[in-house]
């Protein structure tokens, strides 16, 4: 069982920047491939980013891409993501999720039908 904690959300100008903090708490943290999705009012859930447990490689929507850094540190069991020169239409709850450590190479963590969500943290960007 893994829990998942978000934090970092918050109001910021259109250009700035947040950072979204996601702790685990579990056993083996390590071994889950872990990620972000986002879902703003009205619109259904999407994926923004995912990091493979195992050897760390990234995968990022093509709205986020050059924009966004996701990052973990298996010593802190927490996962990051840095949004930098954000836009109004990032506006979102972000959602931190885990799932099993072959879920981004088969396919499957795009799909967002995933083990283990967070209970999201409100981004706000304003223009």
């Known amino acids: 069982q893994v829990e998942l904690v978000e934090s970092g959300g918050g109001l910021v100008q259109a250009g700035g920047s947040l950072r979204l903090s996601c702790a685990a708490s579990?056993?083996?943290?390590?071994?889950?491939?872990m990620g972000w999705f986002r879902q703003a009012p009205g619109k259904e859930r999407e994926f923004v980013a995912a990091?493979?447990?195992?050897?760390?490689?990234?995968v990022y929507a093509d709205s986020v891409k050059g924009r966004f850094a996701i990052s973990r540190v298996h010593a802190k069991n927490t996962m990051y993501l840095q949004m930098n020169s954000l836009k109004p239409e990032d506006t979102a709850v972000y959602f931190c999720?885990?799932?099993?450590?072959?879920?981004?190479?088969?396919?499957?963590?795009?799909?967002?039908?995933?083990?283990?969500w967070g209970q999201g943290t409100q981004v706000t960007v304003s223009s």
């Open positions: 999720a885990a799932d099993s450590p072959t879920s981004l190479r088969v396919g499957k963590f795009k799909t967002g039908a995933l083990d283990y």
């Open positions: 579990g056993r083996a943290f390590s071994m889950y491939d």
């Open positions: 990091i493979s447990w195992n050897d760390g490689s990234t």
